[in-house]
């Protein structure tokens, strides 16, 4: 269980007035699984290994302005097949949708992860692997695995970035190409994409995983920030 009763791997029935997202994974565009070999920008085979983020809040604007929000917390872990993150919400027509990356600077350090029950993402077993110390908080994102130096070679160099602290805390909002329609008793399917090839590269900044291959960045290096800033591009939404 990977939220605070939300999202969950087992097959439950969603609560009335509903939005349920497919968490998908892409690279550059295509359908992508970790555990896959893909090339980066540089020409590197690869392959990720582990993919894990934090998102909190989560919210949705209607098409009069207003935000809705949810004060859950979310594990995604895309090593984890057919994963749903479910949300209620109130009915109604939405244009948008927004959610951090990582976790708020309010419960992101100085609070025990002991003092959450053990289902919450945030608790000492739901956050395992996912913190560092309670003053530098909760990693946001683990992007983890092997690269080759050139086509034809095993894959046996490793990359390993740990991205946190409040610095990186990063939102994201996603206009939606069509309304999000919400009814009353009733679940509305949608899909999140994330390109985890737009987390090395994008037109203005790339990361050279064979230059740069570690960050683990509880200090708040620049490396960790360039990803995130790289990452807030990388998602999509579409209405199923």
Same mark, same amino acid.
């Given at each position: 269980?990977?939220?605070?009763? *939300?999202?969950?791997?087992?097959?439950? $029935?969603? !609560?009335?007035? /509903?939005? %349920?997202?497919?968490?998908?994974? =892409?690279? =550059?565009?295509?359908?992508?699984? +970790?555990?896959? @070999?893909?090339?980066?920008?540089?020409?590197?085979?690869?392959?990720? =290994?582990?993919?894990?983020?934090?998102?909190?809040?989560?919210?949705?604007?209607?098409?009069?302005?207003?935000?809705?929000?949810?004060?859950? &917390?979310?594990?995604?872990?895309? #090593?984890?097949?057919?994963?749903?993150?479910?949300?209620?919400?109130?009915?109604? /027509?939405?244009?948008?949708? %927004?959610?951090?990356?990582? !976790?708020?600077?309010? *419960?992101?350090?100085? !609070?025990?992860?002991?003092?959450?029950?053990?289902?919450?993402?945030?608790? &000492?077993?739901?956050?395992?692997?996912?913190?560092?110390?309670?003053?530098?908080?909760?990693?946001? +994102?683990?992007? $983890?695995?092997?690269?080759?130096? $050139?086509?034809?070679?095993?894959? !046996?160099?490793?990359?390993?970035?740990?991205?946190? /602290?409040?610095?990186?805390?990063?939102? +994201?909002?996603?206009?939606?190409?069509?309304?999000?329609? *919400?009814?009353?008793?009733?679940?509305?399917?949608?899909?999140?994409?994330?390109?985890? #090839?737009?987390?090395?590269?994008?037109? /203005?900044?790339?990361?050279? @995983?064979? &230059?740069?291959?570690?960050?683990?960045?509880?200090?708040?290096? #620049?490396?960790?920030? %360039?990803?995130?800033?790289?990452? &807030?591009?990388?998602?999509? @939404?579409? @209405?199923?």
């Amino acid at each position: 269980m990977a939220s605070c009763g *939300i999202f969950r791997s087992e097959d439950l $029935e969603p !609560i009335p007035g /509903t939005v %349920r997202f497919e968490t998908a994974l =892409d690279w =550059d565009g295509q359908a992508y699984a +970790v555990g896959n @070999i893909a090339t980066d920008e540089f020409g590197h085979p690869l392959r990720l =290994d582990n993919l894990q983020m934090y998102l909190a809040p989560i919210e949705f604007r209607s098409t009069d302005g207003t935000w809705t929000s949810s004060d859950d &917390v979310f594990l995604l872990d895309y #090593s984890e097949n057919d994963k749903y993150l479910t949300l209620p919400l109130p009915a109604g /027509t939405y244009d948008a949708m %927004r959610f951090g990356m990582g !976790i708020p600077s309010e *419960i992101n350090t100085d !609070i025990d992860p002991a003092s959450y029950p053990n289902d919450h993402p945030l608790s &000492v077993l739901g956050s395992a692997g996912m913190f560092w110390t309670w003053s530098s908080g909760y990693i946001f +994102v683990k992007y $983890e695995g092997k690269f080759a130096l $050139e086509s034809g070679q095993q894959l !046996i160099e490793p990359f390993s970035y740990h991205c946190g /602290t409040d610095a990186s805390y990063r939102m +994201v909002t996603l206009e939606l190409a069509s309304p999000l329609e *919400i009814q009353r008793h009733e679940v509305t399917n949608a899909r999140l994409n994330l390109d985890a #090839s737009m987390a090395l590269a994008s037109e /203005t900044d790339t990361i050279n @995983i064979e &230059v740069d291959p570690v960050t683990h960045n509880a200090g708040g290096d #620049s490396l960790g920030g %360039r990803m995130m800033d790289l990452l &807030v591009n990388a998602w999509s @939404i579409e @209405i199923l």
